[in-house]
């Protein structure tokens, strides 16, 4: 073995130290020859590598001390996440594995039936429904939630379109999964789109657990472990967001219904705008976020006009809080994928006045720069104008950079309570959208559901807040 201490990847280091083993080190890494360093298995590229679980038995002298060393087991295996997970026993798996079609056997890779490998990145062991089972069990899940963590998972398979990312949770920007599902899939199983609809949320408990659920699956069959497979700094959002679109929230056309409104317009919902679907499709988004930020959108300023000020106002505080999440690259590039999360209320009210979506991500866009002036100062201007043989100070200090060309990569979702505060996350890859394919005994799931969690909660007009 060949141990690199951490001051050695510091600029300006001594790497002299390292010369003695310079020839083991060219072994490890061209072909594992090296005479003081021996792989400990062999693995072949795309090796699907089906993990069969393993059974435990857990005793105590009564429920308290079972419990706890059922948690103290979770712990020391890495297989639990630090919070309470559920036992996984076989009678719990067997029934949450009634969510899943009669078509497959538990042992049946998830995803295959669609072309999918079933790898989860990037410790590439396959997924099956009896694994998924097993995690789902332990997050707390339930039969009906499992075709919707199956469509979100497949999202991150091979094969993947070209336009679609792959999933990168190893980097030390500690990205995060989000999953958006939009159809009346999200209502059926009490996934929330209004207030608090990232969690916790016992009225809509499902998104929480779907999140944990599916974080579980990357991290004991994807090696998500930190210090083992990701090295994410903060990690803010993990274990990752599941949660819907408000699709009966979005702008309808209508007539105008104050002075001086335009009428509203259409506007289709997430997975029809970006990715083809067909209004009520019951199918979810996957991907992952690198940071997250959130604002209120007050009405401040001196317009005469009331309701110029109270439409203007959100989408100039909108586009400051874009703009501070920015890496600050100094490019007129077409910009990273940002996700902007606003309440129907706020969408319907603008959309009378002529904001349409194509309107508001432009403004976005258009609000996406940065001074020179303000980061002249910054290394990566300072080695960028070097580089070029360029002198920055005799450049425009007021010149602006953007760092949005591209208004579609300012992409609205509405979702949240209504409520004059938006949520924003940056740098968004998306790894594609999946049809949600429910069991045949999809109405038996439900009606079991309400026995055991109660009716459910009162639907306000525009959202499943209440």
Request: glycine letters at 12%; charged letters at 15%; aromatic letters at 4%.
């Given at each position: 073995m060949v141990l690199f201490s951490y001051d050695l990847a510091m600029v300006g280091s001594d790497l002299s130290v390292i010369d003695p083993k310079i020839d083991d080190i060219i072994g490890c890494i061209v072909s594992g020859t090296a005479k003081s360093w021996k792989p400990t298995g062999s693995y072949t590229i795309n090796q699907n590598m089906s993990p069969i679980p393993s059974t435990y038995t857990v005793t105590g002298a009564d429920f308290e001390s079972t419990f706890n060393a059922l948690q103290t087991l979770y712990l020391s295996k890495y297989i639990g996440d630090g919070t309470l997970s559920a036992p996984a026993t076989k009678a719990r798996t067997d029934w949450i594995?009634?969510?899943?079609?009669?078509?497959?056997?538990?042992?049946?890779?998830?995803?295959?039936?669609?072309?999918?490998?079933?790898?989860?990145?990037?410790?590439?062991?396959?997924?099956?429904?009896?694994?998924?089972?097993?995690?789902?069990?332990?997050?707390?899940?339930?039969?009906?939630?499992?075709?919707?963590?199956?469509?979100?998972?497949?999202?991150?398979?091979?094969?993947?379109?070209?336009?679609?990312?792959?999933?990168?949770?190893?980097?030390?920007?500690g990205a995060s999964p989000l999953s958006i599902v939009n159809g009346t899939v999200a209502d059926d199983v009490r996934l929330s789109n209004g207030f608090g609809c990232h969690g916790p949320n016992p009225k809509w408990p499902a998104g929480m657990i779907l999140a944990r659920a599916t974080w579980l699956v990357r991290q004991n069959l994807g090696n998500m472990l930190i210090g083992v497979g990701t090295i994410g700094v903060y990690c803010t959002t993990r274990p990752g967001l599941f949660w819907a679109e408000n699709d009966a929230g979005l702008p309808v056309k209508a007539a105008p219904n104050a002075p001086g409104a335009l009428g509203g317009t259409d506007w289709t919902t997430f997975a029809q705008e970006y990715y083809g679907r067909k209004k009520g499709d019951n199918c979810v988004t996957s991907g992952m976020c690198f940071g997250m930020g959130f604002n209120s959108l007050p009405v401040r300023g001196t317009y005469t006009d009331p309701v110029l000020k109270s439409i203007q106002d959100p989408v100039d505080q909108a586009s400051v809080t874009l703009r501070n999440l920015s890496?600050?690259?100094?490019?007129?590039?077409?910009?990273?994928?940002?996700l902007i999360l606003l309440p129907g209320q706020i969408l319907r009210f603008q959309d009378q006045y002529g904001w349409t979506r194509q309107k508001l991500t432009q403004a976005y866009a258009d609000g996406q720069y940065q001074v020179l002036a303000d980061v002249a100062d910054l290394s990566i201007c300072q080695n960028a104008y070097a580089a070029a043989k360029k002198d920055i100070t005799k450049e425009d200090q007021t010149a602006r950079w953007k760092l949005c060309t591209d208004p579609t990569n300012m992409r609205i979702i509405c979702s949240g309570g209504d409520h004059l505060v938006a949520e924003f996350f940056n740098g968004w890859q998306s790894f594609g959208n999946t049809m949600i394919v429910k069991p045949a005994n999809w109405s038996d799931l439900l009606a079991q559901a309400i026995k055991d969690l109660g009716p459910y909660p009162l639907f306000g007009a525009y959202h499943n807040d209440l």
């Open positions: 594995l009634t969510g899943v079609p009669t078509a497959y056997k538990a042992t049946d890779i998830v995803g295959a039936n669609v072309g999918k490998d079933g790898q989860i990145e990037t410790g590439n062991r396959v997924c099956t429904f009896q694994m998924l089972a097993i995690q789902m069990a332990m997050a707390g899940g339930r039969p009906e939630y499992m075709c919707l963590a199956e469509a979100s998972l497949q999202n991150g398979m091979n094969p993947r379109a070209s336009s679609e990312s792959s999933p990168n949770f190893e980097s030390s920007s890496s600050g690259v100094m490019a007129n590039s077409k910009g990273s994928i940002r």
